[in-house]
């Protein structure tokens, strides 16, 4: 048993200074974890949760078809609006994410979007516009079609 410890202990190690992560990888994955939270969220039927990975100020911005809602209260709002019921949100994924990062505290996803929901299946594309505050990576644009 100590045997087996001791391999597993030197291969993670020897991984971690084989394959360091970057600075850019970190960001990278600190950004997925915040759009995995929000799926997390939305999928509980939890829209307050979801709304965590958006900027809570009256700068942000969300553009959807020929409308544009700015700030995080009136994102909110629409989002409740829209999707009063469990049914109505479905369950939600994303794929095809390409993460690029602009400089260290800001960052732009492209991706798709998808609810599986009884009636109907919409899906569409995406792109969000991140910013690192203190308290870590925030949407402050979000682009959906």
């Known amino acids: 048993m100590k045997r087996l410890f001791l391999v597993i202990t030197f291969s993670l190690l020897f991984i971690g200074i084989a394959f ?4 850019d990888d970190k960001a990278k994955n600190e950004i997925k974890k915040v759009m995995d939270t929000q799926v997390i969220a939305w999928n ?35 989002y409740k609006k829209g999707y009063d019921s469990k049914a109505k949100m479905g369950t939600l994924t994303f794929s095809d994410l390409e993460i690029t990062l602009l400089g260290k505290d800001s960052a732009v996803v492209l991706g ?11 899906k569409g594309l995406f792109t969000l516009t991140f910013r690192k505050f203190k308290d870590g990576w925030r949407i402050i644009l979000d682009h959906t079609s």
Do not use: H
Request: charged fraction near 25%.
């Open 20 to 23: 360091p992560q970057t600075k």
């Open 44 to 78: 509980n039927g939890d829209i307050d949760g979801f709304m965590k990975g958006y900027w809570n100020s009256p700068e942000l911005t969300f553009v959807s078809g020929t409308n544009v809602t700015k700030g995080w209260q009136p994102t909110l709002e629409r």
């Open 112 to 122: 798709k979007w998808a609810l599986q929901r009884e009636k109907d299946n919409p």
